[in-house]
């Protein structure tokens, strides 16, 4: 039984000017429907889902009979987001100038709220909130989505630890700006490190190289997410390069990481507070591949997530691993001959592998599966 979808005023108001007199099976999230109260009782609903959406009286006693109201819970966030999330919800309250401001945003408030309220809590009420809150945005993910050929959307995995001023982190960025002008869409795990490379290189994309090349020279003033100014000089390239709305990039970063601020160049977010949900979604959609930077255990653990998913080719094909950086995966960390030797035993099967040192190699690899 599939349901229409009405998320925002104007598909409210449309639905409202459809013939017939029975609206059936649908949707509604976060809506307001008291301004519309003469074309609600023009109405009968049946089979219906209202999620957090605002009504008086009069109209909930029409509706509630053979309907479903889903009331929206006492918690500092929204838990039928009909959107994902942007550098405005979560960085709305920061001011330029001002790194302290940081602590007035929506993200650290939800984060201090998660903290609280316990990493696994103890209150129905909390743990409820969340998994609905974790429904909206995963299914506002894939409303997304839906404009984008699988096979072109990429992730980039990599540790969070990894600094603005070395020479990985600027060459995630470059990939990212070059695959993003190619019509990829370019995913990360919304943080720090190697996830902010790829949403700094995206947010440049269309631009000359020396604009990005003049924003690691602001970035590299706070190379790691620890220091003071790290969102103070992504605000500042922000403020410099405003996005021109004609390249998007998706992150995904969880509140269970909260301590590591959201990189805010990822033009649409989706935070979750499952970060099992989180993590396993983000391997589930970039069906155009994954490119894992350097990281520890962290990437580590996604690469094996990866290899289980191809192996059994849970979603009908594999999709190309690359390993960025040969030195790390092949000597330093070997990872990538460990897999190789699993693979000669026939121990891992469908896997497409490839360790690459350059964007040239990486964008061939990810051509020749799309091909």
Not at 177 to 199: C, D, F, Q, R, W
Request: glycine share 6%; with cysteine; proline share 4%.
């Amino acid at each position: 039984m599939k349901y229409a979808e009405i998320e925002n005023q104007k598909e409210l108001k449309h639905l409202f000017h459809k013939p017939g007199d029975i609206i059936d099976k649908v949707a509604f999230q976060d809506v307001d429907l008291s301004e519309f109260e003469e074309d609600v009782f023009r109405f009968y609903f049946s089979n219906c889902l209202f999620l957090g959406c605002k009504m008086n009286e009069k109209i909930k006693e029409h509706i509630e009979d053979e309907n479903y109201i889903f009331p929206k819970l006492n918690v500092p966030y929204n838990i039928y987001p009909n959107r994902l999330y942007d550098k405005d919800d979560l960085y709305g309250e920061y001011e330029l100038g001002n790194p302290a401001s940081y602590e007035q945003t929506f993200d650290k408030t939800v984060y201090n709220h998660f903290i609280e309220t316990g990493k696994e809590a103890d209150s129905i009420k909390e743990t409820l909130a969340r998994r609905l809150h974790d429904h909206s945005i995963t299914d506002a993910l894939y409303d997304f989505l839906e404009k984008y050929d699988e096979k072109k959307v990429v992730a980039v995995m990599g540790g969070h630890s990894l600094a603005r001023n070395t020479a990985d982190y600027k060459m995630v960025a470059k990939l990212s700006k070059e695959l993003t002008e190619n019509g990829y869409l370019m995913i990360s795990g919304g943080g720090p490190g190697a996830m902010e490379a790829v949403h700094l290189g995206a947010w440049f994309a269309g631009r000359d190289i020396t604009d990005l090349q003049e924003a690691f020279m602001i970035s590299d003033t706070a190379p790691l997410y620890k220091d003071k100014l790290w969102p103070e000089t992504a605000m500042q390239i922000i403020d410099k390069y405003p996005n021109k709305g004609e390249y998007e990039s998706l992150g995904i970063p969880t509140w269970l990481y909260g301590h590591e601020p959201p990189t805010p160049f990822a033009t649409k977010i989706a935070k979750y507070f499952a970060n099992s949900v989180r993590e396993d979604g983000l391997l589930t959609i970039a069906k155009g591949g994954i490119i894992f930077s350097p990281g520890s255990a962290g990437t580590i653990q996604e690469v094996f997530q990866e290899i289980t998913q191809n192996h059994y080719l849970s979603f009908g094909y594999a999709s190309p691993m690359i390993f960025l950086n040969n030195q790390f995966w092949t000597e330093e960390t070997p990872v990538y001959n460990y897999i190789l030797d699993l693979v000669e035993k026939g121990k891992l099967k469908n896997l497409i592998l490839s360790v690459c040192d350059t964007i040239d190699e990486i964008k061939t690899e990810l051509k020749k599966f799309y091909l």
